[in-house]
Structures are given as C-alpha cells and as structure tokens.
C-alpha cells in the first residue's frame, strides 16, 4: 500500500504540474481548474489513497462497478461524479451516489434523473453532453446531444425537479470535423457555454480534455479536466 501511495502521489503531483503550467500559459489562475480523478477500472483502495492525497473528485463510468465502490468509500469527502452513457435502468443505483451526472443527452433520461432524485430526496447536478461529431440522428459515436439541441434539453433540465443544470460536457470526437483537433473542439464546447450561459446564468461548468489532451482543454478555457491514467497508470479491469 505505501508503494501505491507513493506512486499516485507522484502520479498526481505530474498532472498538477501540468494543470499548473497550463493554465500559466493561459494566463489563467490555477484555482479556475478542477481535476477530476477518474477512478473507473481501478478499486475502492486507490479511491481511498487518492483522498488521504487530497482529491477531492472522483469519476466513474460503470454503474456495476461504481455503486459497491462508493460504499466502500461512503466515509471519504468525496464528490462523485458519473461519466459514462447512462441507461435508464441504471439510473436509480446512480442517483443513489452520484452527485454530478455528466453524460446527460436526451429527454427520457431527464425524466428519469429527475424521478429518482426526487424520490432519494437528492439534488443531482447535470452536464449536457456534447457530441461535436454527430450525425444526421442527432448523436455522437460516443453518446451525446448535437450542439443544436442543448438549447431545449438545458430548458427541460432547469424545470425539473431534484436536478441542477450545471453546463456543458464534451469528450474529444474520433471523427468528423474535429477529429485530431482536440483545442478547437473544446474551444467549440467553451463558445456553446457562452450560448448557454445567456438563458442559465449559473451553468458554468465545462468539462473537457483527459489525460492526453488536458493541456488543450485548459488553454480553451475548460473549468473541470477529468484525468485517469495520467494519475492510476494502467492497470487490469476491475472484475
């Protein structure tokens, strides 16, 4: 255990390394970033050393595998964030410990969201996730919501109940237009929010850019980057 330790903590004082110079050549200030550790793939021990290191936000993108994780780690002051595509049979183990949806890209999944933090008398956070490459349907190859439709699904978040619109999620697309162009998809997602903020003021969330592209996301202006090999390394699935 004290080995891991000191390899997360090393791990971990790399990526605010770079955060730091990031947003140094950004001219911005370091506070304006979050890191986000996505914890996906690795066990509630590594959670738990990440905390005593002083994280404060995790990620996870399987409900299978986060829900007995966070209840392993239900002592720790962690908020928890979900990242992956959500379906709406696994969307009360969810609201059960996620206090940040950032996946959410359709109306059913709203109302579903919006049911179940109601009943668990729970106010959970949401990000619209954005897909730069979607096709004729409306959808990226990785789940998410053409920019055009952000408007009406930030309406439907905002009037629901047990849900906070928080802003605007996007993972670098793989294909289309800005494919290979990580700095001018985030920079797209940051001109959406701008959209956004008009009509939802305290939508200010932007979550961008992972461990290859952390440095692009920043210098776009994201306020949340979500890092996971770059802090745990690689290591076997979990199960």
């Known amino acids: 255990m004290t080995d891991r330790r000191t390899e997360l903590a090393g791990n971990l ?34 959670v738990r050393i990440l905390s005593g290191l002083g994280v404060r936000q995790v990620a996870e993108n399987r409900d299978q595998d986060a829900a007995p994780k966070h209840a392993e780690c239900a002592d720790l002051p962690l908020e928890w964030h979900f990242v992956g595509q959500l379906q709406t049979n696994k969307v009360r183990s969810v609201v059960g410990y996620a206090d940040i949806v950032q996946s959410v890209d359709r109306a059913r999944l709203v109302t579903a969201l919006s049911k179940e933090a109601v009943r668990a008398g729970r106010e959970v956070g949401c990000l619209i996730q954005v897909a730069l490459d979607a096709d004729a349907s409306g959808r990226g190859e990785r789940g998410g919501i053409a920019p055009d439709g952000i408007g009406e699904l930030a309406d439907l978040i905002a009037a629901s109940p047990g849900l906070r619109l928080d802003g605007l999620m996007t993972v670098a697309p793989l294909s289309g237009e800005y494919a290979g ?12 929010s701008t959209d956004l903020r008009r009509t939802h003021p305290a939508a200010t969330m932007v979550s961008a850019g992972m461990s290859a592209d952390l440095e692009e996301a920043v210098a776009a202006g994201a306020t949340h980057v979500r890092v996971g090999s770059a802090v745990l390394g690689v290591r076997a699935r979990l199960g």
């Open 181 to 192: 162009r990580e700095r001018a998809a985030f920079e797209r997602l940051v001109d959406l």
């Open 13 to 46: 004082a790399k990526v605010e390394e770079r955060i730091a110079a990031a947003c140094a050549a950004a001219g911005r200030a370091r506070e304006e970033v979050t890191l986000i550790v996505v914890t996906k793939t690795y066990p509630a021990d590594d």
